[in-house]
């Protein structure tokens, strides 16, 4: 199987024109059922029997295990014990996933920055327009801060900002420059072999990222590794990060008592 996927990747069409027939025979199959099921309905006399122009085909959920942004979901289940070991009386967050604040805000209440601010309505959540690159917010104002997932993107424009290959050194000085003295950043960004994936995302090494907050202290941090089978890795070799292509670092920084920068 293995050598066959290879195979087909190397012919130039190959792996679109696999994708299209196969959900052409996954409609065939769907169309099959909705009819079969169609029928069984009427014949029971339950009164929600499908209609044609209802249908709502999903062809490609048949699958061995259920599927996950591995990302996305263990760094917000990361940050989401980081804040209930915290307890903060306030926590701010800059753009990052509207599950984590959604979620988070049952611990703690939250004010939630984000260049396109969602209509999200909850208790102890509070979700306002904020842009990272100048951040609405007082020089150390800020105890408990998170950023997650959020600085690779900046600067290339994918999400209607400005091109600015500096945008995320920046982003990460407004992100220093708002912490309070003693307080707790919790920043996650894509890491492994460095590199830009224009438009997408930024890639960076472990050296970078301590690099991005020199005044910070690193007092923690948890790999997502590319390595499907395995979980948070906490407070593993630097040099890890070395062997991975698209792996998460999430990074628990602390700003100096006496830092006012």
């Known amino acids: 199987m293995k050598h066959w996927k290879e ?3 190397a012919v130039p069409g190959s792996v679109i024109a696999y994708m299209f027939l196969r959900r052409i025979i996954n409609a065939g199959r769907v169309t099959f059922e909705f009819r079969r099921y169609s029928r069984l309905a009427r014949e029971a006399g ?3 029997v499908p209609q044609w122009g209802e249908r709502m ?3 490609d959920n048949r699958t061995v295990e259920t599927p996950f ?3 996305y979901v263990y760094h917000t289940a990361w940050a989401t014990r980081q804040l209930a070991r915290l307890r903060p009386a306030e926590h701010v967050d800059v753009s990052s996933s509207v599950y984590f604040v959604a979620l988070a805000s049952a611990i703690a209440p939250i004010r939630h920055l984000d260049y396109r601010p969602p209509a999200l309505f909850l208790d102890n959540l509070k979700c306002e327009e904020g842009d990272l690159m100048a951040l609405p917010l007082k020089d150390g104002s800020v105890a408990s801060l998170s950023c997650m997932h959020v600085i690779e993107h900046i600067g290339l424009g994918r999400y209607g900002e400005p091109i600015d290959p500096l945008a995320d050194a920046k982003a990460c000085r407004e992100l220093s420059r708002v912490l309070a003295p003693s307080g707790i950043l919790l920043f996650v960004t894509p890491v492994g072999r460095a590199r830009t994936r224009f438009n997408a995302h930024r890639i960076y090494s472990f050296a970078m990222v301590k690099g991005l907050f020199p ?4 007092l923690e941090w948890t790999l997502i590794p590319d390595d499907a089978t395995q979980g948070l890795l906490p407070n593993m070799a630097p040099e890890l990060v070395d062997e991975q292509s698209y792996a ?3 990074f628990a920084f602390r700003k100096p008592e006496h830092s006012h920068s």
Request: aromatic share 10%.
């Open 7 to 9: 195979t087909m990747r």
């Open 46 to 48: 339950v009164p929600l």
């Open 57 to 59: 085909f999903f062809l």
């Open 69 to 71: 942004d591995r990302h």
């Open 215 to 218: 005044r910070l202290q690193l």
């Open 248 to 250: 998460c670092g999430c």
